[in-house]
């Protein structure tokens, strides 16, 4: 079956940076698209960003672009989130997600999400 | 700035039907943007309901129904259930790479 394990999170101090990892198994994770999908404490959810199965199409929120950059590695079936200059904004359940069908003809959504990890930004 | 937009509560009877949106400021929303929605209990991950305005995901029950209703994409919830009462989330795709989610709506069954 399918499964998404997050790992990586944490408490850090604004300004510095930290790396989400995601770790899939129980699909063909070199055929899909992956994202990354925030919420913040009692707030709704957030799309992050989104890499193609190949890493030529990569994409980033507005709210995080120039400090998030998504990158995967096929050959450990892994996708990441490098989070540098880290905000009190950014504190959040970070999830990753597979995205289901195919992105480019059919747009984006959300076929599979792992359970989330806690980022916690703070002095 | 496009904003999605979603009623923020709603609350149905047990056994009752209500019907959730998912609109834009700007524009309309149509089957060109592949509107897919999300079911979200405090504490867990999102589950996926719908995706391509009206395609359940696998062991959704069909009293979960997705459409577009006038220039919105709607999920309508037949038949409410206690646990059914969770936040719902819209998106719909604007093109660009980009995913933007509504702020949700929250269904209250009592």
């Known amino acids: 079956q399918v499964q998404l394990v997050e790992s990586g999170g944490g408490v850090v101090q604004p300004g510095t940076s930290l790396r989400l990892s995601c770790a899939a198994s129980?699909?063909?994770?070199?055929?899909?698209?992956m994202h990354w999908v925030r919420q913040a404490p009692h707030k709704g959810l957030e799309w992050v960003a989104v890499?193609?199965?190949?890493?030529?199409?990569?994409f980033h929120a507005d709210s995080v672009k120039g400090r998030f950059t998504i990158s995967r590695d096929n050959s450990k079936n892994t996708v990441y989130l490098q989070m540098n200059s880290l905000r009190a904004e950014d504190t959040a359940v970070y999830y990753c997600?597979?995205?289901?069908?195919?992105?480019?003809?059919?747009?984006?959504?959300?076929?599979?999400w792992g359970q989330g990890i806690l980022v916690t930004v703070s002095s | 700035q496009t904003v999605v937009t979603q009623e923020p509560s709603f609350s149905v009877s047990p056994g009752g039907t209500v019907t959730l949106t998912c609109g834009l400021t700007?524009?309309?929303?149509?089957?060109?943007?592949?509107p897919s929605w999300y079911q979200q209990t405090p504490g867990q991950a999102p589950r996926t309901l719908i995706y391509?305005?009206?395609t359940r995901a696998s062991g959704v029950p069909d009293r979960f129904s997705g459409s577009i209703l006038g220039n919105k994409a709607a999920l309508t919830i037949m038949g409410a259930q206690a646990d059914d009462e969770s936040d719902y989330y819209c998106?719909?795709?604007?093109?660009?790479?980009?995913?933007?989610f509504g702020g949700g709506s929250k269904v209250t069954v009592l």
């Open positions: 890499i193609s199965y190949d890493e030529t199409k990569k």
């Open positions: 997600a597979r995205n289901g069908g195919d992105w480019s003809a059919e747009g984006p959504f959300f076929d599979y």
């Open positions: 998106v719909p795709y604007m093109g660009g790479g980009i995913s933007v």
């Open positions: 129980g699909f063909t994770f070199s055929s899909y698209f």
């Open positions: 700007s524009g309309s929303v149509s089957r060109n943007y592949y």
């Open positions: 391509r305005t009206n």
